[in-house]
T-cell receptor, first 116, second 115 residues
Framework: AQKVTQAQTEISVVEKEDVTLDCVYETRDTTYYLFWYKQPPSGELVFLIRRNSFDEQNEISGRYSWNFQKSTSSFNFTITASQVVDSAVYFCALSNYGGSQGNLIFGKGTKLSVKP | KAGVTQTPRYLIKTRGQQVTLSCSPI?????VSWYQQTPGQGLQFLFE???????NKGNFPGRFSGRQFSNSRSEMNVSTLELGDSALYLC??????????????FGSGTQLSVL
């Protein structure tokens, strides 16, 4: 069975603080993809990053960074020097499609509130 | 390039009615997938259409159905509405579809309230 767990339901920080959003996944597949999406109040999910199971290299993009560790089945997301515009719900997702069969599973999301 | 467009933005229906939601994908995208988002269950996959054919289906009852037209626009229909169908319904488009594990482009959703 596949599962994505985002244990943090809500996080509140003050602007300029660093914040890490946790994501733990379960899958028996050796090939899979992990995603992070951001959902601002307007409703649409916005793609942030995709990682495949063979690429454990961590990534930094501006104030965002991602830490992928297969040994702990985690794909955590850190925002450095948070800003009010970072306030949103963040979703971690697991996709394991091979050919036409597979699943796309989302975590329940973490609501991040950044206060000025 | 226009994004994914969902109409209407809000809908209020009563139990037993049926509803049709529309999704226009990004130009050139052949896949449209639909999701139900509720506070309790989170984001759940409903189904995917690719080149007018349903390619994948989630674990939802037959009251939830969809179709895709030759211009890749998709509609989702829910018949015999129940209170529990109240949710934000999101659609997403992509070029190759879920089978390629590629990133998805989402619309802003249709907020359905069933009274």
């Amino acid at each position: 069975a596949q599962k994505v767990t985002q244990a943090q339901t809500e996080i509140s920080v003050v602007e300029k603080e660093d914040v890490t959003l946790d994501c733990v996944y379960e899958t028996r597949d050796t090939t899979y993809y992990l995603f992070w999406y951001k959902q601002p109040p307007s409703g649409e999910l916005v793609f942030l990053i995709r990682r495949n199971s063979f690429d454990e290299q961590n990534e930094i993009s501006g104030r965002y960074s991602w830490n992928f560790q297969k040994s702990t089945s985690s794909f955590n997301f850190t925002i450095t020097a948070s800003q009010v515009v970072d306030s949103a719900v963040y979703f971690c997702a697991l996709s394991n499609y091979g050919g036409s069969q597979g699943n796309l599973i989302f975590g329940k999301g973490t609501k991040l509130s950044v206060k000025p | 390039k226009a994004g994914v467009t969902q109409t209407p933005r809000y809908l209020i229906k009563t139990r037993g009615q049926q509803v049709t939601l529309s999704c226009s994908p990004i130009s050139g995208h052949r896949s449209v997938s639909w999701y139900q988002q509720t506070p309790g269950q989170g984001l759940q996959f409903l189904f995917e259409y690719f080149s007018e054919t349903q390619r994948n289906k989630g674990n939802f009852p037959g009251r939830f159905s969809g179709r895709q037209f030759s211009n890749s626009r998709s509609e989702m229909n829910v018949s015999t509405l129940e209170l529990g169908d109240s949710a934000l319904y999101l659609c997403a488009s992509s070029f190759g579809g879920l089978a390629t594990n590629e990133k998805l482009f989402f619309g802003s959703g249709t907020q359905l309230s069933v009274l």
